[in-house]
């Protein structure tokens, strides 16, 4: 038998969200550096425009800890798969146009900075509608050795900043609606449809599904989350169906995203 190994897991876990930026508190998360604020940055350019922004890496531990700053694309669908893919691969990335100040940066112990990064809109006519990608931050820190015959397990925390640029003011968002169906999801009746957007513009629709009986009269109004979708990109919706019996019903699908109303309509029977 072979003597005792030492072994190093290591654990990714990804620490970012995408529809609905919040504030990271110090108790969110583990310590270590933390990113604070929203975690979208949203900017409004026209093509040769540029601007700056920030944003405030926090070093919680009790260690000098520096952190790894690099961009990525992302892409997610319905089915709710996220892909993470170089820089500049998607068509609508704008990982080219970004600059960060401080790739590595490096704080003692309670130290909190800003680290600035610039997005810069080549002069292109043909640029139009929304761009994005990710900044991600992910803590670095020197592995200590294990005691033989042990396993130790090394917890990773990355950050991912989103940066949305809108382009010019022509392109809209085109939401499309589908594979509606009423269908048990955690064990819940719900109803439940996909949501794309096939335009060149995202959009962030208020979401509600107004429920019909089958002589027409109003039964409820149900309200969803509101959720931003990126061009090209998809996102499930469900709702659940409480206290319905077996009958005829009609769901008017509404999405509204303040410029403009959307809406659909799906006929479903439960026995």
Known sequence: MKSALSTLLSMVCLGFVVAAPRQIQAADAP?????????????????????????????????????????????????????????????????????????????????????????????????????????????????????PGTVRVRSIVRYGLQIVVQVGESAAAKPRIFNQSVALERGTRALCFDLSNDGERSFRPKIEVRLFDGQGRAISTLQGRTTQVLPEMSVHQSFPLQNLGSGEYLAFIVLDSDDETYGAQYRFRID
């Open 31 to 147: 310590r270590g550096i933390l990113l604070g604020g929203d975690l979208t940055r949203e900017f409004r350019l026209q093509p040769g425009q540029s601007a700056e922004g920030r944003f405030v890496l926090l070093n919680a531990s009790n260690d000098t800890t520096s952190a790894r700053v690099y961009l990525t694309d992302y892409r997610y669908t319905a089915d709710g798969n996220t892909t993470y893919d170089e820089p500049g691969t998607l068509p609508r990335s704008c990982a080219p146009w970004i600059e960060v100040a401080d790739r590595q940066p490096e704080l003692k112990a309670g130290e909190s900075r800003s680290i600035s990064f610039r997005v810069a809109v080549p002069r292109e006519a043909r640029l139009s509608g929304t761009y994005w990608c990710l900044v991600m931050i992910e803590p670095l820190s020197l592995d200590e050795p294990s005691a």
